[in-house]
């Protein structure tokens, strides 16, 4: 007995946010229309899209969750745990929030796992997940490039690069790319402006002004 | 349900829709599950998509799960509601187990818990918004029935979901006969997720299955085309 479906589903939530695995731990990527990987716990980072405060208030309430756990389990949070915890809330709370999460993290237990929470709090383990509006373009890229067991850089560089892909075509993302590496060893915080990025179609390099274009050796108007 | 364009006159009794706490509209959702009874017990499938509106945003994603000893648990529609119930199961087979009598919960039992769960939900105009079917094998006696998101409850030989119920049934109806064999069983499940396949815009092309025997449980992933 299926009513009708949701009419409201592809929510824009504007941004774009990633997950991946890779032999090793977690990369969490995403541009600058959001707060990027908002720290958790030690080795608990997680992505936000859609509703700025449902997204703040959640990762707030978990964070301090977390800390009491901590405290009572006496070593670190594993991803699982704060991933369910979001759950709980995003679930709980349905009608009234609108976010979707994706929690990265590394633990001994584990090692690296992504845990995506849309909307509607569905709880889901996956070896790379994305989301905000900006994902909508990376659906195919990830089916068509997307591996198992890459390196570290190899992980960075891809999560680089399909945060890039979305910014070029999303309106709703845009600025710098940030990523967080999560593994064994720490975690790792890097940052990507424009200008570091590579090129897609139909851009052009970056000018100053059209002076510097028309004052150089061979000014060619409309370089498409 | 989603009355995008309803107009409520002033002296409404409805109320507005931000007064009551309800699930309003799902999102990510699961389709259809089949099941049928055969010679040795249940055979239940669905495929392993979750859409998200019209896209199909998740491709593995298991819509059904088996709990206690003797029953498994298959449901569409909301993947978070799918997941809640599973935690109430899981706190019904705990209690069942504290008692340590030797007795255990069968499948008649736990559905009977689902529809009184699902009734009761939709009363408060908070559904559930699955249609589960629940099948299992308890002392050589097998079990198979279903429950949707309003407590609508039935048993019978062989239930779909979703699409199932219009494209599934037909064949089943058709078909199905009294002590099928495993693999008649297994033919006939696929033709019905075949056709799903071609007609349901949110099927996807992998399979997971269960096989509910008289003395064990199996369940497979298979990947079709």
Redesign the interface.
Known sequence: ??????????HSMGTTIIGVTYNGGVVLGADSRTSTGMYLTDNVYVCRSGSAADSQIVSDYVRYFLHQHTIQLGQSATSKVAANLI?LL??NN??MLETGLIVGGWDKYEGGKIY?I???????E?PFAIGGSGS?YL?GFFDQAWKEGMTKDEAEQFVVKAVSLAIARDGASGGVVRTVIINSEGVTRNFYPSDKLQLWHEELEPQNSLLDLLNSSSPEPMNI | MNFMALKQPENSLLGSESDSQRTLYPYVTGTSVAALEYKDGILMAADMGGSYGSTLRYKSVEQMKPFGKHSLLGASGEISDFQEILHYLDELILYDNMWDDGNSLGPKEVHNYLTRVMYNRRNKFNPLWNSLVLGGVKNGNKYLGTVSMIGVNFEDNHVATGFGNHLARPILRQEWHENLSFEDGVKLLEKCMHVLLYRDRSAVNKLQVHIFLYTCRLHLLDKSS
């Open positions: 007995m299926d009513l009708e479906m949701n009419l409201n589903a592809s759950r995003s679930y349905k009608n995506a849309p909307l509607g709090g569905t709880l889901i996956q909508s659906y």
